[in-house]
Each structure stands twice: as C-alpha cells, then as structure tokens.
C-alpha cells in the first residue's frame, strides 16, 4: 500500500513536468501575439511601438527555452509567474478562483452520484417494463442535450420565467443548482447507464439467482447483494469524471457568470496568456492525478481483488 | 462483509447528500446565504430612493490594481482633465479652461478648485504631477486602453507645476489637437495616495467623480456608492452594484427576471435580443452613436483587389441597409467612409450602390472571368455568418466566389498579415476623436494597419495631406486636409466600409435617467422612478 502511493506520487513528476511543457510548446505554436493580446483589450488597437515595448516588459523578447526554465524555475519555489493580461500573479488568481469550481463539482458530483445510482438501481431493478424505457429514454435526452442548451433553457425556466433560482452569479448553494444540474447532466446519465449494466450482469450470476430463489425482494436484491459488486467501475467512471468536471466546466461557468478556473483558461487561451494557461494546465493536472489516485485507493478499499493485487487468500 | 459495511457507509452518505440537495434545491428558501441584493422593491406602493440599484455589464468594469485604469470611465470613479461632449468635442472636467502657445508646443491648464479627492485630499497641479510621473514609470495594460504616455502625449518634452491650479505641458513638435489625445483615458486623475512605487494601484483607486468604489469582487461584482463631497452635482442614486454576466442570455434573462435593472458597458444586449425587448412597457432601449465602425478588408496586394476599380466594385455590389436592417435589426448607419460617425471631424458621404456599375468595373478587372477569393470573419459572432453570405452572393453578381471561412480574431490577423486571403471582416474602434491615427494606420504606406492587413495601399496625396495636417496650428487647414483624405477613402476604398455601429442598451423602466452616451451611460443621473 505505502510503496503504491509512493510509487504513485513519484510518477506526479514527469506527468506535471509533461503536462507544463506540452501547454507552453502548445501556446508557443499558437498563432497571435502575447504582448498585441496584451494591449488590444476593448477594441483598442495598438501601434507596433507599443507592442514592441510591452514585449519586452513581459520577458517575450528572450529565447523560448530560456522562457520556459524561468517559468520552471519559478514554478518550483510556488510562483507560477503573472498573467500577461491581467498582470496579477496566477497562483493567486488560481487561488482565489479555484473554490469556486470546487464548489460547483462537488455538488455536481453529489447529483451525479444520486441521481446516477438512483436512476440506474430502479432501471436495474424494473428491467424491460417502463420504468425501466422511462429511465432510458431521459438519459439519452441527458447523453445528447448540448450542455449551452440545457444551461439557457433552465434558466429560462427556473429563473427567467418562474423566479425560483437565480439566473447566474456566485453565492450560496441556490446559485449552485442550475450550473450543477447542466455540468452534472451527462455523468449522470453515463453514470446510471453503467449502474444498470453492471447491476444486470450482477442479477444474471448464480448467487442473485439463488438469493431471488430464496424469495429476497428485488429492491433487497438489487441493493445489497447485486450492488457492492457493481459499483466499483461506477466509483472509478465518477472518479474520473471529477477531473472532467474540475477541468471542463468553461461553458457552465461561462453561462451562470461563475468566477472559477473554466473561465480562467477560456480568457487565458483568448489572449495568449501563457503563464495563466500553464499555471491552470499544472494545477487541473495535478488535481487529476490526484483524483485518479484517491479513486485507485477508494476501489481497493471497495474490492478486495485490486486490494490483494491478484493474490490468493 | 467488512466491505459490505463500507459499502453502506458509502450508500448512507450519498443518500444524506441527495437530502441535503433535495432541502437546499428543491425547498427554494432563498435563506441567510449571503447578501442577495434585492434589486427590485417593486411591489412597494413607494420606491426607497436610496434602494440599491443592480446592473450588469459582460466583464470586469473595475478589473482592480494591476489595471492600469483601475476601473472604466463609465462607472463615473475617477474624471479626466478633459472630456467630450455628445459630439466628441473636448470639453472642461478637472481643467476648468486651457490655452495653447501661438507656436502650439505649449499647452498651459488651469484646473477646478475646491475639488476633492474620495480620500479627502485636494486636486490641484500637485495631484496632476503625480499623475505624470506615473504615467511615465511603464505602459500600463489594462482592459480599457493602454495607459501609456507616448501614445496620449506624444512628442511631451516636459511636464511643469506653475502655481497650485495651473500645470504647463511642453511639446517638441507643435501639438495643435492635443485636447482630443487627452480625452477621457487620455487625462485620468487619481488621488497620489493609491500608488504603489511602480505606479500600480495600492488598493482601490481613489479619485474625484461622483461615486466611489466601496466593494470590488473580481469577476462578481463592483459596488459604487454616492460621493456626497463630489465637486458638481451629486448622484442620484446612493448605491449601484454594477454585476459581471459574461453570457449575453443570461443578462438578457437576468433582467427579464428583474435580477438586475440594465445592461451597460460595449456588447451590452445582442441586437436580436433586444427586438425582443420592443412593445414590452417594463423594458426600454437606448440608443447613440457608437465609436465602433465595421468594414471589409481586401487583400490589396494581390490580383484582384490591388486594382482600385475592383475595390470600388466590391463596395457599389454591397447593400448596405439590407446588412443594418436584416442582420442587426436597424442597428446600425451604412457608410462608406473609413472615419466612424461620432468624431466632430466626420464628414457625410452619399452610399452609392449601383449593381450594373459595379458589374462593369469588375468586367473590365476580370476580364469576364471568375475569381475565387477567401472570405474570413470571426466564427465568434454569430451574425457574421448571416452578413458573410449576404455579401458572398452579390459578389457572386460581380464575378467573385467567397470561400467563407470563420475564425478565431487572433488567427485571423496572423492569417491576414501574411496575406493569404481575399476578403476580412474587420472592425475597429475610435479610441479619441482626433482621426489622424485612423487615417495614418490605414491610409499611409507606412500604416500599421495598412501593412498587417496586406491592405496595399498607396496615395501620395494621402500622404502629403497628413505632413500637411500635422503641420497645421490652424483647425480650419486641418479639417480641410481631413475632409479630403475622407473623400478620398470613400473613392479608393483602403478598406471597404459597411456601416457605422451604435451602442443599444436596455434597462427597466422603474429606472429614469438612463441614456446611453458616447461612453457608455451617465450613471450620476440614474435614480427609480418615483
């Protein structure tokens, strides 16, 4: 166990460094200039002597290698350097903006998991009768549903036409629901897809058929014998969507005004702004392999089998 | 069963997080979450004057301290030494009067007394040095307009306190329409207090205007309240709490729901939104004169728009009212004129459109054959599209196929400074009313523009009629120099002009004062209606 995790966190290292390479090689290959980006905010346009010397204030005028150690360099002592659009420092803007994404996964996470487990055990449990078509026939609206889409037609709903919610901005949990239904909305259904189909084959082995024969209920069947067996590819499918949603939530936070790192990256990449995009590459990186490490010890701890590496009792 | 256990841990938590959603969400109890401002008392019989007023704009309008401005002009914060009035005409704000040297290189300002700064200390010529020295420190980006010294007083020699409430600015070149580079941006006073050493803001910034910033959440929110020692007439409203909704719908529902109680800043409501707002008695528009104009760019350095008549064919086969009407719902004045419409320099010009004659003078180009050219406009905005193949098919008229090709802007550019195209959608903005560096950035063969766009353009006259304006102290020589480079842009088309654009925001009509301006809104007159 201890040399796993050891082995795990030694491999942070090359992934990161990787990880902050491929960003910065990747904004180098970009086409647009930092320093123009930098000046040209508002419609301004400005001349090629302002450009030239703001180059030079930002470090643009140094060689790429010797760009990318000092970024490096500087990434090692925790400064992540400063936004070339913002001038303000990217661990701190990182730092102020990341609980607010965290938030805004974690409840999406929440629905995810309940909604997700809710919608599959019933589907599982109902299979072939309607329930069961009803449960289908919602995820695959919840599977193809554009999440911009979902994300204008709640808000027209709940808040634009019936006032319940508010239509955007950052606050308590109200202002969570509709961002974390639309990000939540795709796992969801992926979720409960997998749910059933694990369920179903679980209900198909010789010890649900025995159980069922013994005159178990179905609910008693599908949730304490057939479940603990089949969650476990859901916990990892919902592990890894975490990432994806700590990472990928520039639409929902764009859409409910939400002031979290989706957002950040989506300004970053519009200007050229190399450093906030490494800085939010290095941190959505290490947070997913973070992640995939706590799912790697949440399934061991779940499944003996991945416990015991494969070992005999 | 040890993991049967865990697994009914596990199953316990999500259930009591599925409660937990199910109270917060579904019980719809607004709760003591944090302090929702309640923007709208509209049930009340009266209306609280001092009541909070809540609006939205698509981005930070106080960016903070590393902003170079700290926060835009429209949220009435900080004032300039001069500003405009609805014609773009430089006006008194902090400098009360103003005179030049008969040689033009000396500008002396005399400045308002009895003006305070929010932080309580006095404007005067002191106030002003500061002011200078910062700006001379580095460029400072910011969201609005580079704060940089070279760019609002090119050519300043030096900067001199004469006495508490005049300041003298020396010019090595003779600096005749100064006043405009000053406008606005160009002249932002602050308080000295709130600079650190390199010039940046030390906190929020501190200056004269009408209100003072008492809350800034980055990406959130800014929150004005009334400067009650302001120098003029105070504000009508106590508190405004100015929101950030980068998502056009969403500040469009924001206040159809009464969230919040009007849109400002650039791109406040898409047109298309805002027909949707017409006829509705609890919603009101306002409309002016917007320093955006939008254009095409032609690859003028290459077969076949590097043949005048070619670009003259482009722009008579255009219908310019059909682009204003169809596509932006009216908003918007066709023109042909590369200077937008909201500089006191502007002169009018008659749209002529002639389809046969453009089919000629594209005949006698071509030869009678076709050409196919590319077309790039930016993917991002959706009504190009609609624009782009509305242009696309009168060009087919005169002879031309468009490739229509959507973009991101940044690759655009780099795609249009190594020439590989045929046609652009551009646009660009007037960042103060004197037009010389529109007309030097497009015109000259030297331009900026004129080279990064691959535009090709040449004209002698052009050129010695700008030596000649920037030599000129008198206006009248000038505005005649001006006139004519206008005319000759609407002869050889450097760029093909579409139409001149306006600023449209909305706003509910438990609201009075609100009037959109060149600069966005004037906020000191917003108030409920009583």
Not at chain 2, 311 to 329: C, F, G, H, K, P
């Amino acid at each position: 166990m201890g040399r796993y995790l050891i082995h795990k966190l030694a491999s942070l290292v090359p992934v990161l460094l990787g990880i902050s390479l491929a960003a910065f090689v990747l904004g180098v290959l970009s086409l647009g200039d930092p320093a123009e980006l930098a000046l040209s905010q508002g419609g301004y346009e400005p001349t090629q002597e302002q450009i030239q010397a703001m180059a030079h204030q930002m470090g643009l005028d140094a060689p790429y290698p010797v760009q990318y150690l000092r970024w490096v360099g500087r990434a090692l002592t925790g400064d992540l350097g400063d936004s070339y659009s913002s001038r303000m420092p990217v661990a701190q803007e990182l730092g102020r903006r990341l609980p607010v994404t965290l938030k805004l996964a974690v409840c999406a996470m929440a629905l995810a998991c309940a909604g997700g487990l809710l919608l599959g055990c019933t589907a599982a449990a109902f299979r072939g009768r309607w329930p069961d078509r009803l449960i289908q026939a919602v995820l695959n609206l919840q599977l193809s549903i554009p999440a911009f889409w979902l994300a204008l037609l709640l808000i027209l709903l709940f808040a634009e036409t019936l006032g319940w919610l508010p239509t955007s901005g950052n606050g308590g949990l109200r202002y969570m629901i509709l961002p974390a239904s639309v990000l939540s909305s795709a796992t969801m259904a992926t979720a409960a897809r997998l749910t059933r189909s694990s369920l179903l084959a679980e209900l198909g082995r010789q010890y649900c058929t025995a159980a069922s024969a013994r005159g178990i209920g179905r609910w008693r069947l599908v949730l304490r014998n057939a479940l603990p067996n089949a969650i476990v590819p859901v916990v990892a499918l919902l592990g890894n969507s975490l990432g994806g949603m700590l990472g990928g939530s520039v639409i929902v936070e764009s859409i409910f005004a939400l002031p979290g790192i989706g957002s950040y990256a989506l300004e970053a990449i519009n200007n050229r702004d190399y450093p906030a995009l490494q800085g939010y590459v290095l941190l959505t990186g290490a947070v997913y392999v973070a992640i995939t490490l706590l799912v790697d010890i949440l399934s061991m701890l779940l499944d003996p089998k991945v416990r015991l590496g494969g070992r005999k009792i | 069963m040890e993991s049967k256990k865990k697994f009914c841990k596990l199953l316990s938590l999500l259930l009591a997080l599925t409660l937990v959603w199910s109270l917060t969400g579904c019980g719809g109890s607004p709760a003591a979450e944090e302090p929702v401002p309640d923007a709208a008392p509209a049930a009340e019989s009266t209306v609280d004057p001092d009541a909070e007023i809540v609006l939205a704009g698509y981005r930070n309008l106080a960016p903070g301290e590393k902003d170079g401005y700290y926060c835009s002009k429209i949220l009435y914060v900080w004032e300039p030494l001069v500003t405009q009035d609805d014609n773009a005409a430089p006006v008194p704000c902090l400098a009360e009067d103003w005179e030049m040297s008969e040689d033009g290189t000396q500008w002396t300002f005399f400045l308002r007394q009895g003006v305070k700064f929010h932080d309580g200390t006095d404007f005067n010529a002191d106030a002003v040095i500061a002011n200078f020295d910062r700006m001379g420190i580095e460029v400072k980006s910011s969201s609005f307009y580079p704060l940089d010294i070279n760019s609002h007083y090119p050519n300043l020699e030096k900067y001199e306190k004469v006495d508490d409430y005049t300041v003298r600015l020396t010019f090595s070149q003779p600096a005749p329409t100064q006043l405009y580079n000053m406008v606005n941006f160009g002249s932002a006073m602050y308080s000295p207090g709130c600079f650190d050493e390199n010039g940046d803001f030390n906190g929020i910034c501190v200056g004269t205007g009408p209100f003072k910033i008492t809350e800034n959440k980055l990406d959130e929110y800014v929150l004005l309240e009334r400067f009650d020692g302001y120098w003029g007439e105070t504000a009508k409203a106590k508190t405004i709490r100015v929101k950030v909704i980068p998502d056009a719908d969403t500040r469009f529902s924001a206040l159809k729901s009464g969230e919040i109680l009007g849109v400002i800043d650039l791109n406040a409501i898409p047109t298309s939104l805002a027909v949707q707002l017409e006829g509705n008695s609890d919603f009101a528009l306002t409309t002016t004169k917007s320093t955006m104009i939008r254009f095409l760019t032609l690859n003028g350095t290459e077969f076949p728009f590097n043949d005048v008549r070619m670009r003259q064919a482009v722009s008579m086969a255009l219908q310019r009212s059909v682009i204003t009407e169809s596509v932006y719902d009216g908003f918007g004045t066709p023109t042909t004129n590369i200077l937008n419409y909201s500089t006191p320099f502007y002169k009018e010009f008659p749209v002529e459109e002639d389809l046969e004659k453009a089919k000629e003078l594209a005949n006698e180009v071509l030869g009678g054959q076709r050409v196919t050219v590319t077309y790039l406009y930016n993917g991002n905005e959706a009504a190009q599209k609609g624009e782009a193949e509305l242009i696309s098919s009168w060009l087919s008229e005169i002879g031309i196929d468009c490739e229509l090709q959507p973009m991101e802007m940044t690759n655009m550019k780099e795609q249009m400074k190594t020439g590989d195209y045929g046609i652009a959608r551009m646009q660009q903005g007037l960042s103060n009313s004197e037009p010389a560096t529109i007309f030097r950035r497009f015109m000259l063969t030297s331009g900026d523009h004129n080279q990064n766009y691959s535009l090709g353009y040449q004209s002698d006259e052009v050129d010695a009629l700008m030596d000649e304006a920037s030599a000129a102290l008198d206006m009248d020589v000038r505005t005649a120099c001006y006139d004519r480079i206008q005319e000759i842009s609407t002869q050889e088309f450097p760029v093909v002009p579409l139409f001149n654009d306006m600023t449209l925001m909305a706003y509910s009509t438990k609201l009075t004062g609100y009037d959109a301006k060149l600069y966005g809104i004037e906020l000191p007159l917003v108030a409920w209606k009583q």
